[in-house]
C-alpha cells in the first residue's frame, strides 16, 4: 500500500520544512505550495489524502481554499493553521468545511493527532474496519419523514468533520442521540463518547469533574482523579443542558477548548487533550446570550454548527413506527410475547401532542404496558390527556419552558410516590441517574413530605 501524501500550503519556507520533516517522519509524503496559485495547480495534477494550509496566503486567504477543496474535491480533509489565539479565523475555517485546525505556534503532538484522525477520515471504505453489526437494543434514529431523512443526512455530514456543534430541540427529540450518531459515524468511532449532564454536576465539583485533580489539591482529594476531559481523549465529549453551566465554569471551558489543553487542579502543568465537543440544550441559548447568562463567545465557539432537531408533532407521521418499536423493546426487556396495540389507541397516540415528545411517549407506552391486559394495549390503558394537536393543549397560555417544567415536576412526584419516595428507585423508574434526580429535586424545590 502506498504511503499517503498530504498538501502543504504555507508562505513561510520554516513552517513548510517543519510540517515536511513531522509528516515525513510519520511516512506521510508531502508536496508544497507557497500560495493559491500553486496550490490549485497541484491539486488538479494530484490526488492528496490531507491538505494542511496557512489562513494568510500571498494572494488570498486559506478560506478561499478551504471552500474550494470543499467544492472540488469534497473527500480531502482540509485543516487550518490559524495565528495563535485567532478563533475567529479557526470558527470561519470550521463554517467553510475545514475538518479541525491547529494555532501557531504548531504544537507537534496536536498535529499528529490531527494528522492520523484526517487520514481516518480519508481512508477508502475498503481499508476501514467493518462496522459491528447492529442489534436491535443499540439506538437508531428512527423515522421516515422529510425531517428525519434531512436530520440523518446533516449528522453523516457532520461526522465527517471535527467542528463543534450545537444540537438544539426540545426535551425529549432526542438529542444525546444525535450526538452519539455523529460520533459512531465519524473518525473518532473508536474512542470514548463520554455524555456529561452539565445540570447535574454541583458547581463546587465542576472544576474537578471537567479537568480533573490531583491528590493532596484540596481536602477530600485522597488520589489523582482523572477529568471529563481526559477521559474522552482521542473521541468526544458530549455536553448536555449546557446552558446550566455557571458563568465561572464557562470562562474555564471556552480555555480548555480554544488551547485544546487543560490543567488538573493541583497540576503545575498543562496537558493537551484531543477531543471533540458536542452540545446540546431545551434553553433558547441566543436568548441567553442577550440576557448576559451566557459567555457570547463560547456559545459562537460551541455554536459553529447547530443541528435542529424538530419536535415529535413536527413529525407525527414518524409516531406509529416509533410506538411499534418502543413496544417491541418492552417486550424483549421484560420477556414478554409481542404485544400489541389497537386500531383506535394508534391513532390516539398520533392524534396526541407529545409535550415530551419521544421521551413522553416512551413513557406513556411503558406505563401502558405495565397495565394492559393480554398483552394488548388498549385506549384506557395509555391515559392520555385529553388533548390533542388541534387542542389547545399543545400550545399552553404559559412558556413552553414552564410547561414542559410542570410535566417533568408532574412525572417526579408521581414517580416518587409509587416508590414511597425512595430517590435510587424513582430515578430508576424515570430512566435518570440518582445525581440528576437530586439536582432536579433541588431545582423544582421539592423535598420528601
Not at 420477556?335 to 421521551?359: D, H, Q, V, W
Not at 413552553?400 to 409509587?418: F, T, V
Request: aromatic share 4%; hydrophobic share 40%; charged share 25%.
Amino acid at each position: 500500500m502506498t504511503n499517503p501524501i498530504a498538501l502543504i500550503v504555507d508562505d513561510e519556507p520554516d513552517i513548510r520544512e517543519l510540517l515536511e520533516i513531522t509528516l515525513g517522519r510519520m511516512d506521510i509524503s508531502t508536496k508544497s505550495a507557497a500560495d493559491l496559485t500553486q496550490a490549485y495547480t497541484l491539486l488538479k495534477q494530484e490526488r492528496f489524502d490531507l491538505c494542511l494550509t496557512d489562513m494568510r496566503l500571498p494572494d488570498g486567504s486559506g478560506i478561499e481554499l478551504v471552500e474550494h477543496i470543499s467544492n472540488h474535491h469534497p473527500e480531502l480533509p482540509v485543516a487550518m493553521i490559524t495565528a495563535h489565539g485567532n478563533m475567529e479565523s479557526a470558527v470561519l475555517a470550521l463554517k467553510a468545511g475545514a475538518f479541525d485546525f491547529v494555532s501557531k505556534p504548531v504544537d507537534l503532538q496536536i498535529l499528529r493527532r490531527l494528522v492520523e484522525t484526517a487520514l481516518k477520515l480519508h481512508r477508502p471504505k475498503a481499508a476501514q474496519p467493518k462496522a459491528p453489526v447492529a442489534t436491535s437494543n443499540e439506538p437508531k434514529l428512527l423515522g421516515q419523514s422529510p425531517a428525519i431523512e434531512s436530520i440523518r443526512t446533516m449528522i453523516a455530514k457532520l461526522a465527517r468533520s471535527q467542528a463543534p456543534v450545537y444540537i438544539s430541540g426540545e426535551s425529549g427529540t432526542g438529542k444525546e442521540l444525535a450526538a452519539r450518531l455523529i460520533h459512531a459515524q465519524g473518525p473518532r468511532a473508536e474512542g470514548d463518547f463520554i455524555a456529561v449532564n452539565c445540570g447535574a454536576i454541583p458547581h463546587e465539583l465542576m472544576e474537578s469533574e471537567f479537568f480533573g485533580h490531583q491528590k493532596g489539591s484540596f481536602t477530600g482529594a485522597i488520589s489523582d482523579k482523572e477529568g471529563l476531559f481526559q477521559a474522552a481523549n482521542g473521541g468526544t465529549l458530549f455536553l448536555d443542558e449546557v446552558a446550566d453551566l455557571p458563568l465561572s465554569m464557562q470562562v474555564k471551558l471556552l480555555r480548555a477548548i480554544q488551547e485544546k489543553s487543560i490543567r488538573p487542579i493541583g497540576a503545575q502543568q498543562e496537558s493537551t487533550v484531543d477531543v471533540r465537543i458536542l452540545s446540546a440544550t431545551h434553553k433558547d441559548l441566543a436568548t441567553l446570550v442577550n440576557n448576559n447568562e451566557f459567555r457570547q463567545d463560547l456559545f459562537y465557539r460551541i455554536n459553529v454548527i447547530e443541528l435542529h432537531l424538530p419536535a415529535l408533532r413536527e413529525r407525527t407521521g414518524d409516531i406509529k413506527l416509533l410506538a411499534e418499536h418502543v413496544l417491541t423493546q418492552l417486550a424483549d426487556k421484560n420477556g414478554l410475547p409481542k404485544i400489541g396495540i389497537t386500531a383506535s389507541t394508534m391513532e390516539a397516540l398520533c392524534n396526541y401532542c407529545f409535550p415530551g415528545n419521544i421521551r413522553e411517549l416512551e413513557n406513556t407506552l411503558e406505563r401502558a404496558v405495565t397495565l394492559c391486559e393480554e398483552n394488548q394495549v388498549t385506549l384506557k390503558d395509555l391515559q392520555l390527556p385529553e388533548i390533542s394537536a388541534e387542542d389547545e393543549g399543545c400550545n399552553p397560555d404559559q412558556p413552553l419552558e414552564e410547561y414542559l417544567g410542570d410535566i417533568e415536576k408532574q412525572a417526579i412526584i408521581k414517580a416518587l410516590k409509587e416508590t414511597r419516595w425512595n430517590r435510587t428507585a424513582a430515578a430508576k423508574k424515570l430512566g435518570i441517574s440518582f445525581r440528576a434526580l437530586r439536582y432536579r429535586l433541588e431545582k423544582l424545590g421539592l423535598d420528601q413530605p
